[in-house]
């Protein structure tokens, strides 16, 4: 129940399409979901969270939703852009420390 | 406000050495953490405190120890260096509350030959 699964692990799309990236979990406890962006030889650094009592939050080009029911969240990009070329990691928290996913190597093609 | 900062930033020993990694943050967090990240398996908790002079397991404790004398410093050790232990250490930390954000440190690239 403390692993989160994330898909895909790599990911290449044209400058200005959307990426979709998801992850599934499967414990209750879970109520805090954030994702990291880590460029290469950086820290990972939050994008963007969400908390099990909302469904859906976009800032900007950037949006995560939740279905609790399902016990999945998805990471949404649009109009990427070059800069958005990173690794993306989901991660859950309830009542243990953060549990990440093993990543998505998102690349944007100009 | 520094945030979290890592020291050192690079390290490389041989089999069998010890070393200790710092991380410090000025936050006045409660909670700390390490993590060891290796190419295609994501950030494994290695071992966490959440407070001053606590620490426990995560999910890859086994060849390191930790302390949390202060509340804003927590130390990693390796006793015996092995090369299986190379990889990039990241300390971080947050608040009090579950759902509050966890900010890393810049990292510690360590290569056991």
């Known amino acids: 129940g403390e692993n989160v699964e994330q898909h895909p692990s790599t990911l290449s799309v044209q400058e200005g399409d959307s990426a979709v990236i998801k992850c599934t979990y499967s414990?209750?406890?879970?109520?805090?979901f954030p994702w990291y962006k880590q460029e290469l030889g950086k820290r990972p650094q939050l994008i963007i969270d969400?908390?099990?009592?909302?469904g859906e939050k976009k800032d900007q080009r950037i949006a995560v939703t939740l279905n609790k029911t399902a016990k999945h969240f998805s990471l949404h990009i649009t109009e990427t852009q070059p800069e958005d070329s990173a690794v993306y990691f989901c991660?859950?928290?309830?009542?243990?420390?953060?549990?990440f996913g093993k990543g998505t190597r998102l690349s944007v093609i100009a | 406000n520094a945030g979290v900062t890592q020291t050192p930033k690079f390290r490389v020993l041989k089999t069998g050495q010890s070393m200790t990694l710092l991380c410090a943050q000025d936050?006045?967090?409660?909670?700390m953490y390490w993590y060891r990240q290796d190419p295609g398996m994501g950030l494994r908790l290695i071992h966490y405190?959440?407070?001053?002079?606590?620490?426990a397991k995560g999910e890859v404790p086994d060849g390191y120890n930790v302390s949390r004398l202060k509340k804003q410093n927590f130390l990693l050790g390796l006793e015996s260096a092995a090369p299986s232990q190379t990889s990039v250490y990241f300390c971080?930390?947050?608040?009090?509350?579950?759902?509050?954000?966890?900010?890393f440190g810049p990292g510690t690239r360590l290569t056991v030959l």
């Open positions: 405190s959440v407070g001053e002079g606590t620490t």
């Open positions: 414990d209750s406890a879970s109520n805090y």
């Open positions: 991660a859950k928290r309830g009542n243990t420390p953060l549990v």
């Open positions: 969400i908390r099990s009592n909302v």
């Open positions: 971080a930390s947050n608040s009090l509350g579950s759902t509050d954000t966890q900010y």
């Open positions: 936050m006045n967090h409660e909670y």
